[in-house]
């Protein structure tokens, strides 16, 4: 198989004589995207079906497959307590489930390591279908009914914008590689 | 293509540590996360201060975003308005002729009511709204149906309040922080609404499905008198929200009751307001808030 050329020429990422990146924005970046992700979506409309994807988990899925590095793995608990706060579901499901995905995905990584967009696609979809079962039955205990349109279209958008949350991640990977003037 | 290189710590010692104890910390935070789950199935109410505070932290923004989204929804409003205009000015003159007439027979209805009330010493039915509020956000990608609410405590939001729309019923207040509250919403599944029909009082509850249907299940069983166009209204009883709210409108019967829409949809209720408990807005003692057992009698 041929070699890919490089995604972005990566003189332009690198560190430079009067050009440095901005430890602030390289390290808070992720985070901050994650946790912006999350939240953001609430604030558009007042929704009377869960017909938004779990926006802030897409965001951690596609982060780890970007940037694989820039996570640790015990990022699913600050996160996860975060998405908890806003997400209606019960204190501790975020946290769970969020820590369990980065140890799986780390997990999935040390015995398969060969990637793809495919199988990236592939990874993210069968994480985000089952996160979205699990907050159903989580947040559906001890519910006498439960639709189940709004949850099956739920995770048709999950899958189907998935590639463009890891294109959004990636985006705001070089925004966060990005070199400001320094005189030192 | 290959896997990242920096899972490979070699010789250094700080290196692998740095490692090992990320695994464990990453162990130790999902069986945390399960058992705050745990915690907060057997107490839902459990880190209701946590969830206020971080919705009043995040209060200025969802606001602002508020404000953009329903200036935005006016804007297309406006544009659509123009091709309809003609037709819609037609139809809304007829209509306001109608009203006009309908609203001189409620006024002499309501008098007479109040006449009528006086003559048997019922207590009048004035309700004060609490507060004047918006709902700035709500949990899309869950399956619980919960908004949030611009006003909190400091505007006198106690928990148990009912949220109305001018359309209708909206929901009631479950937690309250300072600056904002939490309003469970009436298409919740766990939400019962103990309504009738507003036409001839046949008494149901409506329960939220959780995807802005609800659906009615009548009382008195036997044969389902429902319809679809039927308008359901809060009955008062409970005591908590107050009788004559428009709650939902049949769409389908079924075997045993029906399924129903919600008359306000709060995707275009964005101003809402609260109201008081009704059965403490009556000068009742609230049985859900004064929880103390009665005094033992004294032995003699």
Same mark, same amino acid.
């Given at each position: 198989?041929?070699?890919?050329?490089?995604?972005?020429?990566?003189?332009?990422?690198?560190?430079?004589?009067?050009?440095?990146?901005?430890?602030?924005?390289?390290?808070?970046?992720?985070?901050?995207?994650?946790?912006?992700?999350?939240?953001?979506?609430?604030?558009?409309?007042?929704?009377? %079906?869960?017909?938004?994807?779990?926006?802030?988990?897409?965001?951690?899925?596609?982060?780890?497959?970007?940037?694989?590095?820039?996570?640790?793995?015990?990022?699913?608990?600050?996160?996860?307590?975060?998405?908890?706060?806003?997400?209606?579901?019960?204190?501790?499901?975020?946290?769970?489930?969020?820590?369990?995905?980065?140890? %799986?995905?780390?997990?999935?990584?040390?015995?398969?390591?060969?990637?793809?967009?495919?199988?990236?696609?592939?990874?993210?979809?069968?994480?985000?279908?089952?996160?979205i079962l699990l907050t159903c039955l989580i947040g559906g205990h001890g519910a006498p009914a439960i639709a189940v349109t709004p949850v099956l279209?739920?995770?048709?958008?999950?899958?189907?914008?998935?590639?463009?949350?890891?294109?959004?991640?990636?985006?705001?990977?070089?925004?966060?590689?990005?070199?400001?003037?320094?005189?030192? | 293509?290959?896997?990242?290189?920096?899972?490979?710590?070699?010789?250094?010692?700080?290196?692998?540590?740095?490692?090992?104890?990320?695994? @464990?910390?990453?162990?130790?935070?999902?069986?945390?996360?399960?058992?705050?789950? @745990?915690?907060?199935?057997?107490?839902?109410?459990?880190?209701?201060?946590?969830?206020?505070?971080?919705?009043?932290?995040?209060?200025?923004?969802?606001?602002?975003?508020?404000?953009?989204?329903?200036?935005?929804?006016?804007?297309?409003?406006?544009?659509?308005?123009?091709?309809?205009?003609?037709?819609r000015v037609a139809r809304l003159e007829r209509e306001a002729e109608i009203n006009r007439v309908r609203l001189a027979e409620a006024a002499a209805?309501?008098?007479?009511?109040?006449?009528? *009330?006086?003559?048997?010493? #019922?207590?009048?039915?004035?309700?004060?709204?609490?507060?004047?509020?918006?709902?700035?956000?709500?949990?899309?990608?869950?399956?619980?149906?919960?908004?949030?609410?611009?006003?909190?405590?400091?505007?006198?939001?106690?928990?148990? #309040?009912?949220?109305?729309?001018?359309?209708?019923?909206?929901?009631?207040?479950?937690?309250?922080?300072?600056?904002?509250?939490?309003?469970?919403?009436?298409?919740?599944?766990?939400?019962?609404?103990?309504?009738?029909?507003?036409?001839?009082?046949?008494?149901?509850?409506?329960?939220?499905?959780?995807?802005?249907? #609800?659906?009615?299940?009548?009382?008195?069983?036997?044969?389902?008198?429902?319809?679809?166009?039927?308008?359901?209204?809060?009955?008062?009883?409970?005591?908590?929200?107050?009788?004559?709210?428009?709650?939902?409108?049949?769409?389908?019967?079924?075997?045993?009751?029906?399924?129903?829409?919600?008359?306000?949809?709060?995707?275009?209720?964005?101003?809402?307001?609260?109201?008081?408990?009704? @059965?403490?807005?009556?000068?009742?003692?609230?049985?859900?808030?004064?929880?103390?057992?009665?005094?033992?009698?004294? *032995?003699?």
């Amino acid at each position: 198989m041929a070699s890919r050329p490089p995604l972005f020429p990566q003189r332009r990422y690198r560190k430079e004589i009067n050009r440095s990146h901005s430890p602030v924005l390289a390290n808070v970046m992720p985070w901050l995207s994650i946790m912006l992700a999350s939240v953001v979506p609430q604030w558009l409309s007042i929704f009377s %079906a869960p017909v938004l994807p779990p926006f802030g988990y897409l965001m951690l899925v596609a982060w780890r497959q970007v940037r694989p590095g820039v996570l640790p793995v015990w990022a699913g608990l600050p996160l996860g307590l975060f998405d908890d706060l806003y997400s209606g579901l019960p204190l501790g499901s975020g946290i769970l489930l969020w820590s369990l995905t980065l140890i %799986a995905m780390e997990l999935l990584e040390a015995t398969y390591p060969w990637r793809g967009v495919l199988v990236d696609w592939l990874v993210g979809s069968v994480l985000a279908t089952g996160y979205i079962l699990l907050t159903c039955l989580i947040g559906g205990h001890g519910a006498p009914a439960i639709a189940v349109t709004p949850v099956l279209f739920q995770i048709l958008a999950s899958i189907l914008l998935f590639p463009l949350v890891g294109r959004f991640a990636a985006w705001c990977d070089r925004l966060r590689l990005i070199r400001f003037r320094s005189i030192r | 293509m290959a896997p990242p290189s920096n899972r490979r710590t070699g010789f250094s010692k700080r290196a692998q540590y740095t490692n090992f104890f990320g695994y @464990i910390a990453a162990i130790a935070g999902a069986l945390l996360g399960g058992a705050l789950l @745990i915690v907060s199935f057997v107490d839902p109410n459990a880190f209701s201060g946590l969830r206020g505070l971080a919705s009043d932290g995040a209060r200025p923004m969802a606001t602002a975003t508020a404000t953009v989204r329903s200036e935005s929804s006016g804007f297309f409003d406006t544009i659509g308005g123009y091709f309809t205009r003609g037709s819609r000015v037609a139809r809304l003159e007829r209509e306001a002729e109608i009203n006009r007439v309908r609203l001189a027979e409620a006024a002499a209805l309501a008098n007479e009511n109040r006449r009528l *009330k006086a003559l048997m010493h #019922m207590p009048v039915e004035g309700v004060v709204p609490v507060a004047k509020a918006q709902l700035i956000a709500s949990t899309g990608s869950s399956l619980r149906r919960f908004a949030t609410l611009s006003a909190g405590s400091s505007a006198g939001v106690a928990t148990g #309040m009912p949220v109305r729309s001018p359309l209708g019923l909206v929901g009631r207040v479950l937690e309250v922080s300072r600056g904002t509250s939490r309003v469970l919403l009436i298409t919740d599944s766990e939400s019962v609404v103990p309504v009738r029909r507003s036409t001839d009082g046949i008494v149901a509850t409506a329960r939220g499905v959780g995807d802005g249907t #609800m659906q009615l299940e009548l009382v008195s069983l036997g044969i389902n008198p429902l319809k679809p166009g039927d308008i359901f209204v809060t009955s008062g009883s409970g005591g908590l929200y107050r009788p004559g709210i428009a709650v939902a409108v049949v769409m389908a019967v079924t075997r045993d009751g029906a399924t129903a829409r919600v008359l306000s949809d709060p995707a275009s209720s964005e101003f809402v307001v609260v109201e008081p408990v009704y @059965i403490a807005a009556l000068g009742m003692p609230d049985a859900s808030v004064s929880a103390a057992p009665p005094p033992a009698p004294a *032995k003699k």
